[in-house]
């Protein structure tokens, strides 16, 4: 949209959640980005140390994906504001420290593995190391230990995760979370400057426009076909949009949510401009039940984000900048052959109930 009736403020993702807290230095977190750690650990939190041949084998695996999406070779060019290389390896310790401070708020928690899920941690590990040539894995440094308590500390970081949002209310109304389908007009009641920035129309303007919403009213009112009068007098490029409750103005929401369908909403005001919105569809029941998903997987969220919260403040952690700035990417063609490090996990183990996964 030209101009956008959605309010900004998004759901952050469970990973950001994570990591911003971890080493951003946001909030309480006490943060030391130190060379006191040794040369094989990576960081520590809470007393818990990610192990360098970890961050090896994390590494290893981004890169075997981003080889797919780029190619080989291509790290030292600009991505995201950075080079690949650079982003591959943030992406690695977001990953990382992700995973090492679930299992250690877990193990916080009294969580553990059972006897189970030790086995199918092996077997994992068995799988991924099997497949892969035993040179290879002597020349990239794939350790099994490393890979095996990586899967270990994802596993405790996944039952965690199911653990706390036990707890989370799944009762969705349809109503909270119906989803409408509506056409609208828009009359901007702004104009853009030579600057870029909106001001508001002048009193000139104003009565032209009122002029104007005025004979689409009537027209509307006289049965005229709403989308093309919308094609032909609104100033916004879209004129179709599904919404859910809380993503647009207020004043928009209200007056759309209210409408049955083929209805035509009064003139609606906003601080952008002027609407009418006619209903197409007051209950669209398959996007309706995706959006009762969303709705849940953002309590489980925030429910994730209230215990984390509570555990990480105060919490030190100690980051060793000397030894990760030496890291660089192996330039080794077996690295696209290797296996999807995750994806073997989810052969044997189970994941988080929402969106914890890579």
């Not at 790290?75 to 290389?85: K, M």
């Not at 209805?263 to 009762?292: F, H, P, R, W």
């Amino acid at each position: 949209m030209r101009y956008s009736l959605y309010k900004r403020g998004t759901v952050i993702a469970l990973l950001l959640i994570v990591i911003l807290c971890i080493f951003s230095g946001c909030g309480k977190k006490e943060i030391a980005f130190t060379t006191g750690l040794t040369k094989d650990e990576l960081f520590k939190i809470d007393g818990t140390i990610c192990y360098m041949d970890e961050a090896n084998i994390v590494v290893l695996n981004l890169q075997r994906e981003y080889e797919g999406l780029f190619g080989t070779g291509n790290w030292d060019n600009n991505f995201a504001g950075c080079t690949i290389g650079d982003y591959l390896k943030e992406q690695a310790v977001k990953q990382l420290s992700q995973i090492r401070s679930l299992s250690a708020l877990a193990s916080k928690n009294g969580i553990t593995l059972d006897k189970s899920e030790i086995d199918s941690v092996k077997k994992a590990c068995d799988e991924y190391l099997d497949n892969i040539d035993i040179a290879v894995r002597k020349t990239l440094k794939i350790d099994k230990k490393a890979v095996e308590n990586i899967y270990t500390q994802y596993c405790l970081a996944n039952k965690l995760y199911n653990n706390i949002i036990e707890s989370v209310d799944s009762e969705i109304s349809d109503d909270e979370a119906r989803i409408i389908s509506v056409q609208y007009i828009f009359f901007s009641t702004k104009r853009t400057d030579e600057n870029g920035e909106q001001n508001p129309i002048s009193e000139t303007e104003r009565n032209e426009l009122n002029a104007k919403i005025l004979s689409v009213v009537e027209k509307v009112n006289a049965g005229e076909n709403f989308e093309k009068l919308a094609l032909d007098n609104s100033d916004d490029d879209n004129i179709y949009m599904k919404i859910s409750r809380g993503e647009t103005d207020s004043f928009f929401e209200k007056a759309a949510f209210d409408l049955a369908d083929g209805q035509v909403s009064e003139m609606v005001n906003t601080d952008d401009g002027i609407y009418l919105i006619k209903c197409i569809s007051n209950y669209d029941e398959s996007a309706t039940l995706e959006n009762k998903k969303k709705i849940y997987r953002e309590r489980c969220e925030k429910a994730l984000n209230s215990a984390y919260d509570s555990y990480i403040s105060g919490v030190l952690s100690e980051f060793n900048t000397k030894v990760w700035d030496k890291v660089s990417l192996k330039d080794d063609p077996n690295i696209s052959g290797l296996p999807d490090l995750f994806a073997v996990y989810r052969n044997y183990l189970p994941q988080a109930a929402a969106d914890l996964q890579y």
